[in-house]
């Protein structure tokens, strides 16, 4: 049974600051990795993607992804008030599952 | 840009009725899925439907679920007698590859059971 965990939060970060969100799991053969974003009464958005160790980058968004930990996190840099929403990490298992297994989400508000 | 469609976008129903939540997926897209959603929870996979057939389902989608495309545009989602668990967002998503970075979501169907 996969499990993804992350905080609920909210975590609240002012305008123009360094969001760090995280996300552990419990099933050490999962292989990708994904961050959606979810506005409140709309469907999941996928923003980012990580399948190997280390940075990933795309814009203000940096995925960060440790195996051995089973960890992986999202930064969003110079936080807007446009990015205040809640967002679900997910991932797959080997196998070429296209499934994805979400977490709870953890609620984002960047106030100005 | 084209979207996945979903209609209705809410549905009043009592406890016992069956519904049917319509979906139209992309058009170039062959793998349709329907994800559900209740409310503060995490979003969860019922099935996935590929070349008229059922290709994955949870343990979620028992037999009170079906899916069906009753033609070449439309994929629907029927829940026969309808529990108040059942209250919940119903997404469809859908993708021209099996692979998670194609899916596309639509705007949901917030069911309401009473």
């Known amino acids: 049974q996969k499990e993804v965990e992350q905080n609920s939060g909210p975590l609240s970060v002012p305008e123009g600051a360094i969001a760090s969100l995280n996300c552990t799991y419990s099933?050490?053969?999962?292989?990708?990795f994904f961050w959606y974003r979810q506005y409140s009464g709309k469907s999941p958005e996928l923003i980012m993607s990580i399948y190997s160790n280390g940075d990933k980058e795309d814009g203000r968004f940096t995925a960060q992804l440790n195996k051995a930990s089973q960890y992986v996190s999202l930064l969003i840099r110079d936080s807007q008030p446009s990015d205040s929403a809640t967002y679900l990490c997910?991932?797959?298992?080997?196998?070429?599952?296209?499934?994805?297994?979400f977490g709870r989400g953890t609620s984002l508000i960047v106030h100005p | 840009e084209p979207e996945v469609t979903q209609t209705p976008s809410h549905q009043v129903t009592q406890m016992g009725q069956e519904v049917i939540l319509r979906c139209v997926p992309i058009?170039?897209?062959?793998?349709f899925y329907w994800y559900r959603q209740i409310l503060g929870q995490k979003v969860e996979f019922l099935v996935s439907f590929y070349n008229n057939e059922i290709s994955e389902k949870s343990e979620i989608f028992d037999d009170q679920f079906s899916v069906e495309r009753p033609d070449g545009s439309n994929f629907t989602l029927k829940i026969r007698s309808t529990k108040l668990e059942d209250s919940a967002m119903y997404f469809c998503?859908?993708?021209?590859?099996?692979?998670?970075?194609?899916?596309?979501f639509g705007p949901g169907t917030r069911l309401l059971v009473l």
């Open positions: 099933d050490r053969v999962s292989q990708s």
């Open positions: 997910a991932l797959t298992s080997s196998g070429g599952s296209y499934i994805p297994t």
């Open positions: 058009s170039n897209h062959l793998y």
């Open positions: 998503a859908s993708s021209d590859v099996p692979a998670v970075e194609t899916q596309y």
